[in-house]
C-alpha cells in the first residue's frame, strides 16, 4: 500500500496527512509513504510532483492524502482513509475494498 501526503506524516493540530498515516499506522500497517509537495488551493499547472499528478489521475482533484491499495484501488481523503484503517486492520482475514 502506498499513502501519498503533503509533505508530513506528523499529526500536528490534526493536518489530514498525519491523520490518515496515524490511522494507517496504529491499524497495524506500514503504508510506503510518497510525498505530494504543493498546495491544493494553487492551480493544477503548479502542482506538478508526481504525488499530486498521480492524486489527480485517480481522483480528477489534486486534494492529498491518497491510500492507493495493493489491489490498486484508491482510498482518497484523510476521513475515508481512516474509515478504511478501522475497518481493515493489519492481520485481518481479508481487506474491505475500497467504496
Do not use: F
Not at 508526481?50 to 486534494?63: C, F, I, L, Q, Y
Not at 491518497?66 to 475497518?87: C, F, K, P, Y
Amino acid at each position: 500500500m502506498r499513502l501519498i501526503v503533503c509533505y508530513t506524516t506528523a499529526a500536528t493540530r490534526g493536518h489530514a496527512c498525519g491523520v490518515a498515516y496515524h490511522a494507517l499506522t496504529d491499524a497495524g500497517h506500514a503504508p510506503d509513504v510518497q510525498r505530494g509537495y504543493g498546495w491544493n488551493l494553487l492551480p493544477d499547472v503548479l502542482n506538478v510532483s508526481s504525488g499530486r499528478r498521480e492524486a489527480k489521475r485517480r481522483t480528477g482533484k489534486v486534494d492529498l492524502p491518497v491510500l492507493i491499495l495493493d489491489d490498486d484501488s484508491t482510498v482518497a481523503g484523510s476521513r475515508q482513509i481512516v474509515e478504511w484503517a478501522a475497518a481493515n486492520q493489519a492481520g485481518a482475514a481479508s481487506p474491505k475494498p475500497a467504496a
